[in-house]
């Protein structure tokens, strides 16, 4: 693993150079790039072959700096920190295949953009690790009018008991036939399961990886 951590946009990258992909990853709002989850993903990731690119968001690099909690920087700039982290891969590995993601508020924000990201940086799909569909408690206030008309590949990963969306109510939404989601048992907002489902988190951890690994190969040949 090679790491440069720049204040303003430290990444991490795991995985081969000759890679026949990159993944681009952002963490969720209130963890960083390398807690247990995203080093979980990204590491399993590498052993599969790829090549996977962790980057923080402006407000978690000073919290990373100063020790300090905030909340996330506005959406504008959580897109933006995006797009550039995009450009800097296709500035440095323009040929290779590129997808995008990342674990709940990261993969909405990849979500968000992966259609335009296609269309200007070659992006070929998008990762969803936990999607925030709605905040937890709040069920009529949805974060989905836009992937109901996605025309990238997009997977989403999401636990069957996790409050941001859970099972029975995801199925009840009108998502574009591009979306696939797969379903994480008896996992919560970060796939941990319950003791009595007789899986552990690293169990769940790996299905994830698997299903991704094989999105990924999806989007090789299409």
Known sequence: MTTNATPSTPRLIDGPDDAPATVLLAHGAGAPMDSPFMASIAGGLAEKGWRVVRFE???????????????????PVLQET????????????????????GKSMGGRVASL?????????????????GYPFHPPGKPL????????????????????????????????YALSPRVQVKWI??????????????????????????????????????
């Open 113 to 129: 953009l992966v259609d335009e990201l296609a269309v200007s940086g070659g992006v070929k799909g998008c990762m969803c690790l």
């Open 82 to 101: 995006f797009r550039k982290q995009v450009r800097l891969e296709r500035g440095e590995w323009p040929e290779r295949a590129l997808s995008i993601g």
């Open 185 to 222: 048992p008896s996992g919560d907002h970060s796939f941990k399961p319950t003791k009595s489902s007789g899986l552990s988190e690293a169990e769940n951890w790996a299905t994830a990886v698997v299903w991704s690994d094989g999105f990924l190969r999806q989007q090789l040949n299409p």
């Open 141 to 172: 206030t949805l974060r989905t009018e836009h992937l109901a008309s996605l025309q990238t590949p997009t997977l989403i990963l999401q636990g069957e008991r996790d409050t941001f969306g859970k099972r029975e109510e995801v199925e009840s």
């Open 57 to 75: 968001f402006p407000y978690m690099a000073r919290m990373r700096e100063t020790g300090r909690r905030q909340g996330p920087d506005r959406m």
